[in-house]
């Protein structure tokens, strides 16, 4: 038998996870599946023992390095960035127009900051070593550490809007081409502070949709519910208070596995009475607007729960604002969102657009109707997770993780949020110790996924021919290299706000000058020639780049440029239709 080297086990690793792919494709029997995921998991440790042997940091004396990224994490190329970049500043601009103040918090926390504050979803947190006696863990969220800051001043900021745009980590099994990541960004926006009832709820629902607009996403849908409605559905329908809260994570898998699959969640993993589970089907199914409300007033048991009524009557109050912010066909009422994170009290929300849900599974597309019955839709392209988890426990597999067909998964929620009246109180409270009043602050806001949008304004991105760069003039010699009437010039442009740039060269060539130029896309050839410059002129030529079946194809042209005054080249660059249409970032 050859002697296994990490290249052949790479490469059987990628062959059995091309085989996992094509038998999913093929739907075939779980239990197959898991022997050769069982194959993966052995192929595995085999190439880590491989590459950990043989010196002090793990490798082997003269062992190629393997250059990749941290599962869960990926570089942005220049291109990328310039699309991430217009991303983020839409997204800042949209946050200042509404009042917010800019806040940033540490990307680790003390671990007991984070603890008990995510319910299910805390396995996910990434957890560091002991640094000098403080147990850490990288931060999962925004809102966390927003209340942890809040909390540490006291509580005593009644009214602000702050806003947090930073990377977040979450050890959960990565879809890098839908921007699931394990490192990823988020812009956040909270209000904190006692205010009158749904008032800044309604506020933050319209800076969503504003934002959403402005990146161009497509349709989107901002699905809506109240945690106190859900909690008063519970109630009615018979779970005990000790389960409402696992309840609620399972309610809110109903975007990415049918009601069947819910249901033996519920009762088979989490013990509810099948009965109960059954009611509370009865109520997910529905979703809608100001209607569904009218019937939810109608139900005499849900309005006879404290908790539900308080919710329907703040949902009304929601409604008639949401309505004069002009984004109320934006909105669905929908009693199957649940937001799995244990700290929400109020309204919860989330925005999801046509590729939030997985390819073919039709029952989590809100831009459906509702329907009658509870969701019992295709789930073949997401197949049941207990199922999965039964076929890991046969393979003696359960701690391996699991490969993700990447063609099979929906974007998710792009956006989401929800009010958290109790957090901040439960870090003053913990602070000041037991038995003693500490302040509390009610808070409520919206977490945008940037990572995920990027992922849908990405390809629209490119098919538009949207530039790269944002370098506007490119200034080149024609004949003597004039270096430094070349730099005179560049810095010139550079104080009046034109981004310029030029070849590092003393006597560079006019075709090595303007292919240097054409690689970034610079629409604005400023050519330098002695004689013309002993006349108090340049020669400028406007470049421009066309699509051409799908990719970008500079235009020729014959054109040799126009003469313009050397002391008027600044004026003339600013009136131009291309310096004023710039900040679209469209590539001309």
């Not at 200042?96 to 299910?120: N, Q, S």
């Not at 008639?320 to 909105?331: H, N």
């Not at 014959?558 to 313009?564: I, L, M, N, S, T």
Request: glycine share 10%; charged share 30%; net charge neutral.
């Amino acid at each position: 038998m050859a002697t296994e080297t990490p290249e052949t086990l790479q490469a059987e690793i990628a062959a059995q996870n091309n085989l996992i792919n094509d038998l999913r494709k093929q739907q075939a029997d779980n239990v197959l599946i898991e022997e050769h995921r069982k194959r993966v998991g052995e192929l595995k440790k085999a190439l880590a023992l491989l590459q950990g042997g043989g010196s002090k940091d793990g490798k082997k004396k003269g062992e190629r390095l393997l250059l990749k990224t941290p599962k869960g994490t990926r570089d942005y190329g220049p291109g990328e960035m310039f699309c991430r970049e217009h991303v983020e500043r839409v997204v800042k601009e949209c946050f200042t127009t509404y009042g917010g103040a800019c806040l940033d918090t540490p990307v680790f926390e003390r671990k007991d900051i984070l603890a008990g504050k995510y319910g299910e979803d805390a396995k996910l947190i990434f957890d560091l070593k002991d640094q000098g006696g403080e147990e850490l863990a990288l931060r999962y969220d925004h809102t966390v550490p927003l209340a942890r800051y809040l909390a540490m001043n006291g509580a005593i900021n009644t009214q602000s809007k702050l806003w947090q745009v930073g990377k977040v980590y979450r050890r959960d099994n990565p879809v890098m081409s839908k921007g699931r990541m394990r490192e990823f960004s988020q812009a956040d926006f909270d209000i904190s502070g006692v205010w009158d009832p749904m008032i800044p709820d309604a506020e933050l629902i319209s800076l969503l949709c504003t934002i959403l607009t402005r990146l161009e996403v497509g349709e989107f849908i901002v699905k809506m519910n109240h945690r106190k409605i859900l909690d008063g559905i519970f109630e009615v329908c018979g779970v005990p208070p000790e389960k409402i809260r696992t309840i609620s994570s399972a309610v809110d898998k109903l975007d990415k596995m049918a009601w069947a699959e819910v249901k033996k969640e519920m009762t088979e993993e989490k013990g509810l009475d099948p009965a109960a589970a059954d009611k509370i089907g009865e109520y997910v199914k529905h979703k809608g607007g100001p209607e569904l409300l009218e019937q939810l007033k109608a139900d005499e048991a849900l309005m006879a729960n404290a908790s539900a009524k308080h919710g329907i009557e703040e949902m009304g109050i929601l409604f008639a604002l949401l309505k004069s912010y002009k984004v109320l066909d934006k909105i669905s009422f929908d009693l199957s969102l649940a937001r799995g994170l244990d700290y929400y009290t109020g309204i919860i929300y989330e925005a999801i657009v046509e590729a939030s849900a997985p390819p073919g599974f039709k029952s989590a597309n809100a831009f459906a109707s509702s329907s009658s019955a509870p969701s019992t839709g295709d789930t073949s392209a997401a197949p049941a997770p207990s199922k999965k988890k039964a076929a890991k426990k046969a393979a003696g597999q359960e701690d391996e993780e699991e490969e993700i067909d990447e063609s099979q998964v929906g974007v998710g929620s792009i956006a989401a949020g929800g009010r958290y009246d109790n957090l901040v109180g439960m870090f003053t409270a913990a602070a000041a110790g037991d038995g003693k009043k500490a302040p509390g602050l009610p808070c409520v806001g919206v977490s945008i996924g940037l990572d995920r949008i990027f992922a849908i304004v990405w390809p629209k991105w490119v098919a538009k021919g949207m530039r790269s760069k944002e370098t506007m003039a490119y200034v080149m010699a024609a004949g003597d290299g004039l270096l430094q009437e070349r730099v005179e010039l560049v810095q010139e442009l550079r104080e009046a706000g034109i981004k310029t740039d030029f070849l590092f060269k003393n006597k560079p060539k006019l075709p090595a000058q303007f292919a240097a130029g054409e690689r970034d896309e610079v629409p604005f050839a400023i050519i330098l020639g002695g004689d013309e410059l002993k006349q108090g002129l340049v020669t400028v030529k406007e470049q421009k780049w066309e699509l051409v079946d799908g990719k970008k194809a500079k235009i020729e042209s014959a054109d040799k440029g126009v003469k313009v005054k050397r002391d008027e080249l600044v004026q003339w660059l600013k009136q131009t239709s291309t310096f004023q249409e710039w900040s679209s970032g469209r590539w001309l």
